[in-house]
């Protein structure tokens, strides 16, 4: 398992461009016929992901969780932007199709992944943050229809928030997990942005063309920086940075987040003026 260390708000204005991304985004996570778990010390969370072909794959524990499972002390979001597949807890399969959400609460459980077909495997990305309570596993399905956009066409930050594992739906002890979807002509999200020195967030930027990219923006608001990111690449956000970004073309992001509280509308507000 790769470690990931993040840097303060005295390093980061110093940091070159391959710095940043060095520190700050995961490039190569999805790879086929594998699992895949970096671990950053940011809030002690886990980042991963699971691309099952023919046989299951299992997810391993490694040594540097010192544990005799993965979720001996850890929860767990499943979170598939794949073709459909399935979850198995040990011995029940949870089937996930596409943007399904499975939460699997802290105990020493057997978990592995399958896919239904080998023409659109399942890609399960994966998002674990230490547990001090027990929350029953669950599924939270893709809503059937998106929930009321936010912000305007007039400002190209027309978008829909999927909230699949959070307070109000299924619970969990720290981690917050869901997807926003972008509206046709859309490109802008988390505009205007946010910080919130509560909780750190993580995003996965997916269904991106491949010659595109997501300029996202971080850093405190009167000294950003920009990452490049590109399709199913993760950009990794502290509590002191804002976290938005701007496409090339259209694009979904899964966020996730875990830290002192859940309370999604916990923020400290940016106003635009003061981007700098």
Wanted: proline share 7%; net charge negative.
């Amino acid at each position: 398992m790769k470690v990931m260390q993040m840097a303060d708000e005295v390093r980061y204005p110093h940091m070159s461009t391959a710095e940043l991304r060095e520190t700050f985004l995961i490039e190569d996570l999805f790879g086929p016929d594998r699992v895949q778990l970096v671990y950053v010390d940011l809030d002690r969370t886990v980042i991963g992901s699971a691309v099952p072909l023919e046989s299951p794959l299992s997810l391993p524990c490694p040594k540097e969780l010192r544990a005799t499972a993965f979720t001996e002390r850890r929860e767990l979001g499943v979170f598939n932007i794949g073709g459909d597949g399935a979850v198995d807890v040990d011995g029940e399969a949870h089937p996930l199709g596409n943007r399904d959400a499975l939460y699997i609460g802290k105990g020493e459980h057997r978990v592995s992944f399958s896919s239904v077909s080998l023409d659109k495997p399942a890609e399960f990305y994966l998002l674990s943050y230490p547990a001090h309570a027990v929350y029953p596993i669950a599924i939270a399905r893709r809503p059937a229809s998106p929930p009321p956009a936010i912000g305007e066409a007039a400002t190209a930050n027309r978008r829909s928030i999927n909230r699949l594992i959070h307070l109000e739906g299924v619970r969990s002890c720290q981690l917050v997990m869901g997807f926003t979807d972008l509206d046709t002509g859309s490109v802008w999200n988390t505009m205007p942005p946010h910080t919130h020195m509560r909780r750190s967030e993580v995003y996965l930027y997916f269904d991106l063309p491949a010659d595109h990219r997501v300029v996202h923006l971080m850093g405190p608001a009167r000294e950003t920086r920009h990452l490049a990111v590109a399709n199913k690449q993760v950009a990794i956000s502290p509590g002191w940075s804002i976290h938005a970004g701007v496409g090339t073309a259209s694009y979904s992001f899964c966020w996730g987040m875990g830290g002192e509280n859940q309370v999604y509308t916990d923020m400290d507000a940016v106003r635009i003026p003061e981007i700098l």
